[in-house]
């Protein structure tokens, strides 16, 4: 099969904006790839025009074009006659999107569209108890009302943008997402640095960044010496407006926490493993996921994570076997499994032995991308 991919967000070194979607993105294409596909990515809203060869997967960055008027409808029919072009000269078979948006509203494409529930603007209003734009929703669902069928990371996920969308007559298939997991080995889980919490995604209110700082001082008042890192882009604040979400935890620390805080900010994709390797324990307190690629890459590299206890993560971890599971708003509960970690080594050890099993058995890319496969075959066969 020759697979295509659109994307807003896709890792690579001269692509500077990438996150959770464009790694798992990579993690399938790469394997697909490996297992003797053709694979190309198309890249939206790009600085410039150009393409790349990645190791044997064609990457197309198509510019950022900007209209006097209609520009949010122009732009996506500029998209659609690149890729169908594209489509044409390549014999492409297959074309997935992500939700976020609707990018796909408007578009019509010759082959069938895969819609993969990344995590549309209306799935994180709704965990979020906060109203969309109707605008928003428009989009989104003119989008997936184009598509031929549907892959969730989760069932969680698969369910609720199901009922969101009204989609009754479409498959809405479950696949997790996964790692290449020779690429994420710890061979050294026994050195860390002692009382060190990580935190590794941007910095915006329904990542539950806002809860750490009181989790963090009730951890402090057991273990002084905590460290708290945070890596990650600093965004806008939806209900404040605040330009600076960082700025609203800052004033949320005590002033001696935050002199035990280390904010880095946004980093190569990269570096990011050496990070994982130094932690003590890792956090993700998120309202609002579809999956969380993060979490799992923590739990290949052995380390303990306490995450949401929300719908999706309890897919990812079984509670107090492979990590932890608490509701963010809970701090004490929330910081006592903070505790437990840092003050037992063998419990750190156990639980992070336990999340590289669980991902070896749940998250292996290259088992998965046989699943992708089959289904894209199934599609595939419908439509002819």
Known sequence: MHIA???????????????????????LATSLYNHGNAITIFIY??????????????????KKKRYKFFGWYLYRKHIEKYCNQIIRQENITIIEAPDWTGITAFMHFKIPLIIRFHGSDAYFC??????????NFWFEKLG??????FIAPTSFAGEVSKKLFKIKKKEV?????????????NNSPEKFAKNTILYIGT?????????????????????????????????FDIKTKSKSTWNLMKDLFTKDDLNYVDYIGKIPYNEIQEHIKKANVCVF????????????????????????????????????ESGFLVHP???????????????????????????????????????????????????????K
């Open 5 to 27: 991919f659109l994307t807003p967000e896709y890792p690579h070194r001269d692509i500077l904006q990438s996150a959770g979607i464009g790694s798992s993105i990579k993690n």
């Open 203 to 235: 910095l915006i209110r329904k990542k539950g960044v806002l809860e750490l700082p009181e989790i963090f001082n009730k951890v402090r008042y057991v273990f002084p010496e905590t460290k708290l890192v945070l890596i990650g882009n600093d965004t």
């Open 285 to 320: 307190p998120t309202y609002a996921e579809t999956f969380g690629m993060v979490t799992i890459e923590a739990m290949a590299m052995q380390k303990a994570v306490v995450n949401s206890n929300i719908g999706w993560s309890k897919e990812l971890i079984i509670d107090e």
């Open 144 to 149: 997936i009302n184009q598509a031929d069928a």
């Open 126 to 135: 709704h965990l979020e108890n906060r109203k969309q734009k109707l605008k």
């Open 329 to 383: 708003s809970n701090h004490d509960l929330y910081a006592e499994r903070i505790k437990q970690i840092i003050g037992d080594n063998l419990l750190a050890k156990k639980i992070g032995q336990s999340g590289r099993l669980r991902v070896e058995e749940k998250f292996d890319i290259n088992k998965l991308a046989f699943e992708n496969m089959e289904f894209y075959r199934t599609i595939l066969n419908t439509k």
């Open 45 to 62: 809203d790009q600085p410039v025009q150009e393409i790349i060869n990645d190791n044997g997967i064609i990457i197309h960055r198509i």
């Open 173 to 185: 298939l479950t696949i997790h997402n996964g790692l290449d997991l020779e690429k994420f080995e």
